[in-house]
């Protein structure tokens, strides 16, 4: 296995750029997702890491070589796809070996790796079977199977189980993480599920249109988000986000949201007077009785181990809470909110960027650091 490193990397159909000046590493043996919504360039850019699709500008390297511009053939990368596409024809056993088999490779072997891959994936007692008449879940072992056999340098997965049905999907996650440490194999892996990238993932990028917003942990990104995009997009039910026009002190502590004083991280650098987001939660938000910030319930979702509450404010906006379910609330009730305030993130309105806080810092630093890095 090795590391793959991404260097200003640019892709451009027509008037139309798909990728703009990604950077980033997936370190040696790491489980790297790359996340966003429909069209934002992330398959596009695994594309490219594979020589499926060449970039317009930038370099790729697989381990110490540069690879940007060699054929995907002579990349040694496995790729798998969202639709299987296995041979109907032919065994499973056959469509596992037939990457071997086109390269050449001598017959012993190939049974031996085929074997191999088959008692990884729990499929060695379906291998005469024919491809045709196997569950989603079995074919996906299969196409999983095909990609071990070539024993590659890297994994490439764009969406392997987009076609799975919910259960087969949560499932299928936690094979593939526990095939992924087995293998000790570098992955990098395109989903527009947040849940499948945060459940699996060592590392996330998430990208909106074209551009990597926030590249981190799943933990960094869920707690520390870079920009408005990146809370919204993480999180069921996302942040939510009240707006407040102020101006802060370095160091403030609390932010005015309408005629309300709430709390927050400390501020790291002055904050002149201008639109502003609070950030927080629904899990962070708790039902008081005697709170000053009054809401009504509009909403109530029992979710078995939890409450999803909605609530309209005294500050003409909605919230969502995420709340016990021993917690009572009814539509039409007058509840007080308090706010989490160590947990709040705040966020120019404006460019959608967040503000340094106490507890913002890695995450703001997080695109520039890449950046320097790269020089």
Same mark, same amino acid.
């Given at each position: 296995? &090795?590391? *793959?490193?991404?260097?200003?990397?640019?892709?451009?159909?027509?008037?139309?750029?798909? =990728?703009?000046?990604?950077?980033?590493?997936?370190? /040696?043996?790491?489980?790297?997702?790359?996340?966003?919504?429909?069209?934002?360039?992330? !398959?596009?850019?695994?594309?490219? +890491?594979?020589?499926?699709?060449?970039?317009?500008?930038?370099?790729?390297?697989?381990?110490?070589?540069?690879?940007?511009?060699?054929?995907?053939? #002579?990349?040694? +990368?496995?790729? =798998?796809?969202?639709?299987?596409?296995?041979?109907? $024809?032919?065994?499973?056993?056959?469509?596992?070996?037939?990457?071997?088999?086109?390269?050449?490779?001598?017959? #012993?072997? +190939?049974?031996?790796?085929?074997?191999?891959?088959?008692?990884?994936? $729990?499929?060695? $007692?379906?291998?005469?079977?024919?491809?045709?008449?196997?569950?989603?879940?079995?074919?996906?072992?299969?196409?999983?199977?095909?990609? +071990?056999?070539?024993?590659?340098?890297?994994?490439?997965?764009?969406?392997?189980?987009?076609?799975? /049905?919910?259960?087969?999907?949560?499932?299928?996650?936690?094979?593939?993480?526990?095939?992924?440490?087995?293998?000790?194999?570098?992955?990098?892996?395109?989903?527009?599920?947040?849940?499948?990238?945060?459940?699996?993932?060592?590392?996330?990028?998430?990208?909106?249109?074209?551009?990597?917003?926030?590249?981190?942990?799943?933990?960094?990104?869920?707690?520390?988000?870079?920009?408005?995009?990146?809370?919204?997009?993480?999180?069921?039910?996302?942040?939510?986000?009240?707006?407040? $026009?102020?101006?802060?002190?370095?160091?403030?502590?609390?932010?005015?949201?309408?005629?309300?004083?709430?709390?927050?991280? &400390?501020? @790291?650098?002055?904050?002149?007077?201008?639109?502003?987001?609070?950030?927080? @939660?629904?899990?962070?938000?708790?039902?008081?009785?005697?709170?000053?910030? @009054? &809401?009504?319930?509009?909403? =109530?979702?029992?979710?078995?181990?939890?409450? *999803?509450?909605?609530?309209?404010?005294?500050?003409?906006?909605?919230?969502?809470?995420?709340? /016990?379910?021993? =917690?009572?609330?009814?539509?039409?009730?007058?509840?007080?909110?308090?706010?989490?305030?160590?947990?709040?993130?705040?966020? /120019?309105?404006?460019?959608?960027?967040? *503000?340094?806080? #106490?507890?913002?810092?890695?995450? *703001?630093?997080?695109?520039? !650091?890449?950046?320097?890095?790269?020089?």
């Amino acid at each position: 296995m &090795a590391a *793959i490193r991404i260097q200003n990397l640019c892709k451009a159909f027509a008037d139309f750029t798909a =990728v703009k000046d990604s950077s980033f590493v997936v370190n /040696d043996g790491e489980f790297f997702c790359l996340l966003g919504p429909s069209g934002c360039g992330k !398959t596009t850019t695994l594309r490219m +890491i594979a020589g499926l699709e060449l970039p317009t500008s930038g370099q790729i390297f697989l381990g110490n070589e540069d690879v940007t511009f060699k054929r995907a053939s #002579a990349r040694d +990368i496995a790729f =798998v796809f969202q639709m299987f596409a296995l041979y109907p $024809h032919m065994s499973v056993r056959q469509n596992m070996a037939f990457p071997l088999v086109s390269q050449g490779m001598p017959r #012993a072997e +190939i049974e031996e790796r085929v074997a191999q891959a088959a008692n990884i994936l $729990h499929i060695s $007692h379906l291998l005469k079977r024919s491809v045709s008449g196997l569950t989603s879940g079995d074919r996906q072992r299969v196409a999983l199977g095909r990609a +071990i056999v070539r024993q590659p340098m890297a994994f490439m997965m764009d969406e392997p189980l987009g076609a799975l /049905d919910a259960e087969f999907r949560e499932l299928m996650c936690q094979e593939l993480r526990g095939l992924h440490d087995r293998l000790n194999a570098t992955t990098v892996y395109v989903t527009h599920d947040q849940r499948e990238a945060m459940s699996m993932a060592d590392k996330i990028a998430i990208m909106n249109q074209g551009v990597i917003e926030q590249l981190g942990t799943p933990q960094e990104i869920y707690e520390r988000p870079a920009s408005v995009f990146v809370a919204d997009f993480m999180g069921s039910p996302a942040m939510n986000f009240i707006p407040a $026009h102020t101006a802060l002190a370095q160091g403030a502590t609390s932010i005015n949201l309408g005629s309300f004083a709430v709390g927050m991280p &400390a501020v @790291r650098d002055e904050v002149s007077h201008r639109p502003l987001l609070y950030g927080v @939660r629904p899990e962070h938000i708790r039902l008081s009785g005697d709170a000053p910030l @009054r &809401a009504e319930v509009v909403g =109530v979702e029992y979710l078995g181990n939890c409450q *999803i509450i909605t609530l309209n404010t005294a500050l003409n906006c909605v919230v969502r809470a995420k709340v /016990d379910v021993n =917690v009572k609330a009814t539509r039409g009730d007058q509840v007080g909110l308090e706010f989490d305030s160590t947990e709040v993130s705040l966020f /120019d309105q404006t460019s959608g960027r967040a *503000i340094g806080t #106490a507890r913002d810092d890695l995450a *703001i630093n997080a695109v520039g !650091t890449r950046k320097a890095a790269y020089g």
